[in-house]
């Protein structure tokens, strides 16, 4: 029988404050370590053809943080923008599944990388449990596997048992994603966040992060790492051109191109086009150009120092145990965001 769960996301939720008796938010720590690997900010950057390349894996790792090259140019292009990388070791790279794949791997790694990320749109499926295997039974324990996208427990736990290190979760909550809409499915993100938390493994929340406070929340519901797209869609740092347009008032502005992988532009440049028996499960936007990605990274990691603080937490780990989340309805959404102008008078 048919039966309705309950999910919620960033927006459905607060943080409730707790007692802090750290004196500065200078002497928290966000760092994380992922299997032998230490990053000083857990932030990673989407694996999207409009968000990372070389110049955008330098910056997000000079940050500490880690970067994962997209996947849509030749293997040896891949090589080569991967050798060109100043900080190798925080910069992965991401596969799908089948012969490109693990032929994309076997280059990748023999070029000395080491953060492997299996990534399709549904990673609860055999495909994907082949290809971690397949790498793990080439390369064993001497590879971080990142595996994904996933959003439940039975998902999180079959990628697990297929041996990835990281679980990557998001069905559909990405900002330029439209599979919910497309095909009906998803989780929202905080629920499932908090079902995969289930699994003995580190998790990356990715998708739906808009704010700094949707990244404390994603922490606080057990995220090891989060990964963002379109918070960083539109820094200089961002592959594309940047196109000049007119306004209506006779100005100029600048834009970048900001598009899902699985939106009609990306299938149309880099899978042959839309193919008859295919929908597009994402959107293509001109976003105004916004600076240097450092100003987006200090935002976030402010926030999340300033997060820690607001329930005494020292850490990460320490902020999974201590959050308490509690529910709000619109109207507590709303109190929640600037509302200075248009005073209520009677
Ligand atoms: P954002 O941070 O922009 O909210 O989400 C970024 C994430 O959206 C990516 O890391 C990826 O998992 C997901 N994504 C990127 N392109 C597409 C797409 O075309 N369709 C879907 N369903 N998800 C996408």
């Not at 760092?31 to 900010?41: A, G, P, W, Y």
């Not at 080491?114 to 324990?141: P, Q, W, Y």
């Not at 929908?279 to 999340?304: F, H, K, M, N, Y």
Request: hydrophobic share 40%; net charge neutral.
């Amino acid at each position: 029988m048919v039966s309705i769960m309950r999910g919620l996301t960033f927006d459905d939720v607060l943080l409730v404050p707790g007692y802090n008796g750290i004196k500065s938010r200078q002497d928290v720590s966000i760092s994380v370590t992922l299997k032998d690997r230490n990053f000083e900010i857990p932030v990673a950057s989407a694996n999207m053809d409009t968000v990372t390349g070389q110049i955008m894996a330098d910056a997000i790792t000079s940050l500490g943080g880690m970067a994962i090259l997209h996947r849509f140019m030749s293997i040896e292009e891949n090589v080569a923008q991967f050798k060109a990388c100043t900080n190798p070791r925080n910069t992965g790279f991401s596969i799908g599944v089948g012969d490109d794949g693990l032929g994309r791997a076997e280059a990748l790694i023999a070029a000395g990388a080491g953060i492997v990320c299996v990534d399709v749109a549904h990673g609860h499926s055999k495909e994907v449990n082949r290809t971690i295997r397949a790498l793990r039974d080439s390369f064993k324990d001497n590879i971080l596997v990142i595996a994904g996208n996933v959003a439940t427990y039975a998902g999180a736990d079959y990628l697990a048992a297929a041996g990835a290190d990281v679980i990557k979760i998001g069905i559909g909550p990405g900002s330029v994603c439209t599979t919910r809409i497309k095909t009906g499915y998803g989780v929202p993100q905080l629920t499932a966040i908090m079902e995969c938390r289930k699994v003995d493994r580190a998790l990356m929340a990715d998708g739906g992060i808009r704010t700094p406070g949707d990244a404390v929340k994603a922490f606080a519901a057990g995220a090891d790492f989060v990964m963002l797209g379109g918070m960083l869609a539109g820094t200089a740092e961002t592959p594309g051109e940047t196109l000049e347009r007119s306004l209506p008032n006779g100005q100029t502005q600048k834009f970048k191109q900001f598009r899902g992988m699985a939106s009609r532009e990306a299938q149309d440049d880099f899978m042959g086009g839309m193919k008859g028996w295919k929908t597009a499960e994402g959107v293509s936007i001109e976003i105004p150009c916004r600076g240097s990605v450092r100003d987006v990274i200090q935002d976030v990691v402010g926030g999340l120092r300033s997060g820690l603080t607001y329930c005494g937490a020292a850490d990460i780990k320490s902020l999974q145990r201590k959050a308490q989340f509690i529910e709000i309805s619109a109207a507590g959404f709303r109190e929640g965001t600037p509302h200075g102008i248009g005073r209520l008078t009677i």
